[in-house]
């Protein structure tokens, strides 16, 4: 459904990815960790075609997308569903009209078509009654299920999840590790999450890839993450700042006094 072919990109004198290849099949859930200022979420703004690579070429169910002209990009961005850090919701308009955005703007649907699609995919995400409602008078875990239920209105085939857990609860954020698993269940979507947290990544996750200096380090199911020898990705999950990997001001990172 999803292939990254030798992947680059660049910001100025900032090398973000060099040479990042992967694919993700039909129905998977792909979770990409990897440390702050690494490039996971530049890496998905370029899968939904928001950001042009350099070099290189992604392929969104078999159609090389980088060089597309708007219209075409557009039918594809259709196929897609993007949850934004923070849920991204547009503070002045209501529930029903944050999710049914997309519904109007993209598909022209009628007012009545989309009050019943706005309906059910709040239901999904377990929020019915709250159409009415403004963020402000959300909960965090709410926003968050709200912006999960505006990505799935247009019954996209892949679910891009950015940071879906970030500044939640551990309850909360196992609401929504179980709310993607539900999704993956009853929809068959393809997902990739990108976050920093190990514990929603190995229950969400059919494999888990580590972005670092700019390459995937390493790829496998969650087992084979948590069993793997390499000293940086095993840094990594522990939350250790001894290690390998530098930390700037973070004087012997190497080894414990």
Do not use: W
Not at 63 to 87: C, D, P, R, T, W
């Amino acid at each position: 459904m999803i292939q990254i072919s030798d992947l680059f990109k660049c910001f100025g004198r900032k090398i973000v990815h060099q040479g990042i290849s992967f694919e993700v099949d039909k129905g998977e859930v792909l979770t990409i960790i990897g440390g702050s200022g690494s490039g996971k979420s530049v890496l998905l703004k370029q899968m939904v075609g928001l950001i042009k690579p350099d070099r290189g070429e992604i392929y969104i169910d078999g159609k090389a997308i980088s060089h597309l002209e708007e219209e075409e990009l557009q039918e594809v961005q259709k196929m897609i569903g993007y949850v934004f850090q923070e849920a991204a919701l547009f503070d002045s308009l209501t529930v029903a009209e944050n999710v049914s955005f997309g519904l109007y703007n993209l598909l022209k649907f009628s007012e009545h078509e989309a009050k019943k699609i706005v309906r059910d995919k709040l239901a999904l995400v377990g929020l019915s009654g709250i159409e009415d409602l403004k963020p402000a008078q959300l909960s965090g875990g709410m926003k968050k299920r709200v912006g999960i239920a505006r990505a799935i209105a247009l019954n996209p085939k892949i679910l891009l999840y950015d940071e879906p857990t970030t500044g939640l609860d551990p309850v909360m954020s196992d609401v929504i590790n179980d709310l993607i698993l539900k999704l993956k269940k009853e929809t068959q979507t393809t997902a990739i999450a990108v976050t920093h947290d190990m514990k929603s990544a190995y229950k969400i996750s059919d494999r888990i890839a580590m972005l670092y200096e700019g390459k995937i380090l390493e790829i496998g199911t969650p087992q084979q993450i948590q069993n793997s020898k390499n000293p940086i990705l095993r840094q990594f999950i522990s939350g250790s700042s001894f290690g390998p990997i530098p930390i700037p001001g973070h004087k012997n990172n190497e080894h414990r006094n």
